[in-house]
């Protein structure tokens, strides 16, 4: 079972799923907090997700103010780097990018991509903390 | 994490936390507790204005950069404007030279770049003095 684990995650790391933040995180568990990261992840998991919403109503509006854009994804960036989430990171990056720019359509474009990405990692992360019990 | 954790318990320090993100809130609580070192959370430059006021004092503040209300450069201009001399370290993921450039010139005595992580909140204890490896 523990094999199972080990393998579950290192597939996260080979993936680029995941950084090596995810491994600080592990870290800080302990006997007090055995279960301080699946506890973080969800802390995550639901600040990303008003995040998620908030960017898709201002994109549904049709507004494209670049600054509050920005200033979402920047939280939402800031999020996915404490926890290690290197793809949703990524996404975000390019996200930015195209703000700075003021490329609306590279907006919506990779706005799908953070979408896909973060709920591919929730997925997994799920399995793997389902896996750890 | 390469090395050993020290435990800081016997030092007493104390920090606080000023992140407006729950998660790095989060992370960063649990990071300063595995060195033992107690700390307060708190959301923004004001209410880190406002703990001051009430007369709460800590050996060391991290201090997020961009917050809603009050951000991590104001709010640091204002402790040291209250003679708050505590060590306040800058920890943001904007990492322009102009940028750092104007959040040290607030009044920061250290700065690190996000994530924080055990080793880097050591490399903020060290550079401050505030631990000395043995």
């Known amino acids: 079972m523990q094999r199972q684990v080990a393998l579950i995650k290192q597939s996260l790391f080979d993936q680029g799923y995941l950084d090596e933040q995810f491994m600080e995180l592990e870290e800080l568990q302990d006997d007090v907090n055995p279960n301080f990261v699946e506890e973080v992840a969800t802390l995550y998991f639901k600040d990303s997700a008003r995040l998620i919403n908030s960017i898709d109503q201002a994109l549904e ?3 494209f103010d670049f600054n509050r854009l920005d200033n979402y994804m920047h939280q939402f960036k800031g999020s996915s780097s404490s926890i290690g989430a290197s793809k949703v990171k990524t996404e975000c990056t ?3 990018e195209y703000c700075r720019v003021g490329n609306a359509e590279g907006c919506l474009m990779t706005f799908q991509q953070v979408k896909k990405e973060h709920a591919t990692l929730r997925k997994k992360l799920e399995h793997y903390f389902q896996a750890s019990q | 994490m390469a090395g050993e954790v020290p435990n ?8 606080l936390v000023v992140d407006d993100n729950f998660v790095n809130q989060s992370v960063h609580h649990k990071l300063l507790d595995r060195l033992g070192i107690k700390n307060d959370v708190v959301s923004n ?3 880190a204005v406002d703990v001051h006021c009430s007369g709460r004092n800590y050996d060391l503040i991290l201090m997020d950069m961009d917050m809603p209300i009050m951000n991590g450069i104001q709010a ?12 306040i370290a800058g920890v943001t993921t904007r990492a322009e030279e102009e940028e750092v450039k104007e959040f040290m010139e607030a009044g920061l005595n250290d700065f690190q770049e996000k994530p924080l992580t055990i080793s880097k909140l050591v490399s903020i204890l060290h550079n401050l003095e505030l631990y000395v490896q043995t």
């Open chain 2, 76 to 87: 640091t201009r204002r402790l040291r404007e209250m003679g708050i001399e505590s060590k």
């Open chain 1, 61 to 63: 509006r049709g507004s």
């Open chain 2, 8 to 15: 800081l318990e016997a030092s007493k320090l104390t920090a």
């Open chain 2, 45 to 47: 430059g004001q209410e």
């Open chain 1, 94 to 96: 390019m996200f930015r």
